[in-house]
Nanobody
Framework: QVQLVESGGGLVQAGGSLKLACAASGSIASMNVMGWYRQAPGKQRELVATGTDGGVRNYADPVKGRFTISRHNAPITVYLQMNSLKPEDTAVYYC?????????????WGKGTLVTVSS
């Protein structure tokens, strides 16, 4: 089992910045992907950014150039630096983890942290 705990959400004005953090604990695989998804009211959960332990990074088009994902390996933590925030970035942000090895790997999710961007 893997536990994910997010922190860093809050209220910010448009154009401002926030940094989210997600600490992972439990049975962490040697090869894995961690990242962030978000879900706005009335919308489906969508990818924001992911990063593998090997350094591969992936960003959704709406956040490219504004958001940066980074990882720290001891303790295992993934960060999302969000700059130039827009009202449309308002959502609950969920931390994500998936092992890339092992039998029947599954997705793990945090409980989410709310980011609200005011205009």
């Amino acid at each position: 089992q893997v536990q994910l705990v997010e922190s860093g959400g809050g209220l910010v004005q448009a154009g401002g910045s926030l940094k989210l953090a997600c600490a992972a604990s439990g049975s962490i695989a040697s090869m894995n992907v961690m990242g962030w998804y978000r879900q706005a009211p009335g919308k489906q959960r969508e990818l924001v950014a992911t990063g593998t332990d090997g350094g591969v990074r992936n960003y959704a088009d709406p956040v490219k150039g504004r958001f940066t994902i980074s990882r720290h390996n001891a303790p295992i933590t993934v960060y999302l630096q969000m700059n130039s925030l827009k009202p449309e970035d308002t959502a609950v942000y969920y931390c994500y983890y998936r092992p890339l090895v092992g039998v029947n790997p599954r997705d793990y999710w945090g409980k989410g942290t709310l980011v609200t961007v005011s205009s």
